[in-house]
């Protein structure tokens, strides 16, 4: 039922406001006329009992009087006097102890009220006495149609007051109605001129609009917020996976180039070696095969860089101590390297990752570092919530703004002998291990990485 009511509700706000505000007003109209006429009547009697009462009292010692000397006159006089100042009392009858008819204030002898004044409707009936003993009646008749007519105008007066006040009513609610729905026709346009590939986006609503539609608009903004978040996680997936399955497929393909080269140099060295057991008296001839060796093991060197990079990263995580790691870091640099300072700064104790990977990365970024001229490393070791990040700055000779997005790419590099594999074996270790390799610009025009492992906090 309530259902089949809605399909007759106005489909705009302002206009079921108005419908709300008419049927309230029209409640309170049925209320009020209602109260008032039951109010009305009550007063009205009680106003009619006490104007009599009151008339009685004052003429009933000049009335008794006239009734005993029987002054005729005296007594239509007074009934006269009170019937013309009582609106409410149409005539007053005066019956003697026997209950006959003597006289009434306008003489009309009424014969329905001569007859049996006992069943007259609207009268009030006053009993003349001396010494308890009746003389005489006064029967008040009370005009019905003043009562009625009475009744209607205040009614009246009361229903326009009424529906003047719904219709100021009514125009003050579609005015109200217009300011405060004023917010959301504003958020529905700025919603409607979105460009939703401009993400995040932000709407606005007056300070006077009401919390629920200011709490709309803040839960769309933050939605647009994690949608772009989403998106930009997407799109950032979606391009690792374009760049793995190229890398997969490049990695194949060194794979078997590998294999095919690898076999033959292993030869060649093994060849080398033979001849250099026979040619150790002829110095030009042992130079020359010095050199083939090296040349033939540097080959093996970069053939196994791509084995590596073509194979999947085998990680095995544990707890580590931190100090272990800052312990073989500084050992690597003492042993290698004169006048390179190495900080590593840090307050925590353990985390879980793959040591030797980790170790794997970390000393690829000290050669690089070292390679490009650097003689100071700062390491930073810090929590964010449950990852891990590691600050790597050093103040080499940096890299060119051309190469900052390549680096990581496999096969490029800048150096003049390099496979440049080194920083995208790095990368593909860390996405190994769930985490994330960033490179930003260092101070003094040096490096910075910047490594995220995620949920590898221990203590």
Do not use: W
């Amino acid at each position: 039922m309530i259902r089949k009511l809605f399909r007759f509700l106005p489909p705009r706000l302002k206009h079921r406001v108005s419908l709300l505000i008419g049927f309230l007003g029209a409640g309170t109209v049925i209320v009020n006329l209602i109260v008032l006429f039951v109010y009305l009547n009550s007063f009205l009697k009680n106003n009619i009992e006490h104007i009599i009462d009151s008339n009685f009292k004052i003429n009933e010692y000049n009335l008794t009087e006239a009734i005993l000397y029987d002054d005729v006159y005296t007594i239509f006089e007074t009934l006269k006097k009170i019937t013309e100042n009582s609106p409410y009392i149409s005539d007053i009858y005066l019956f003697d102890k026997n209950k006959r008819y003597v006289l009434d204030s306008k003489v009309k002898r009424d014969a329905k009220t001569l007859q049996d004044f006992d069943k007259v409707n609207f009268k009030r009936v006053k009993t003349i006495k001396i010494k308890d003993e009746p003389i005489g009646y006064l029967v008040f008749l009370i005009d019905q149609m003043f009562i009625i007519n009475e009744i209607k105008n205040n009614l009246l007066n009361l229903a326009m007051i009424n529906f003047a006040i719904i219709f100021f009513g009514v125009m003050l609610g579609l005015y109200l109605t217009k300011i405060l729905i004023r917010p959301m026709n504003s958020f529905i346009n700025q919603i409607n001129e979105l460009d939703y590939d401009k993400l995040p986006f932000k709407t606005s609503v007056p300070e006077y609009a009401s919390y629920e539609i200011k709490k709309l608009s803040d839960t769309l903004n933050n939605m647009s917020e994690r949608l772009a978040a989403a998106l930009n996680k997407l799109y950032e997936e979606e391009r690792k996976v374009r760049k793995n399955e190229k890398l997969a497929s490049i990695g194949m393909m060194a794979a078997g180039l590998a294999h095919e080269l690898k076999n033959p140099i292993m030869t060649i060295n093994l060849i080398v070696y033979q001849l250099k057991k026979c040619s150790a008296a002829n110095n030009s001839c042992s130079e020359d095969l010095k050199v083939i060796q090296n040349e033939a093991n540097r080959l093996v060197k970069r053939i196994n860089e791509f084995l590596e990079y073509s194979k999947p990263v085998d990680v095995r995580k544990a707890d580590v101590e931190v100090e272990s790691i800052n312990y073989e870091l500084r050992q690597y640099v003492m042993k290698r390297f004169d006048n390179v300072s190495l900080k590593i700064i840090y307050d925590l104790k353990k985390i879980y990752t793959d040591k030797e990977k980790l170790l794997q990365v970390l000393l690829n970024l000290i050669n690089n570092s070292i390679e490009a001229k650097a003689n100071e490393i700062i390491m930073k070791v810090t929590r964010d919530n449950s990852d891990i990040i590691i600050e790597f700055e050093d103040n080499g000779e940096g890299i060119s703004l051309e190469s900052e997005d390549k680096i990581f790419m496999p096969f490029y590099t800048t150096k003049s002998s390099g496979t440049g594999l080194g920083l995208a074996i790095c990368d593909m270790i860390i996405t190994a291990m769930d985490g994330e390799l960033v490179f930003e610009r260092g101070r003094e025009n040096g490096a910075k990485f910047i490594i995220r492992l995620r949920d590898a906090y221990v203590c």
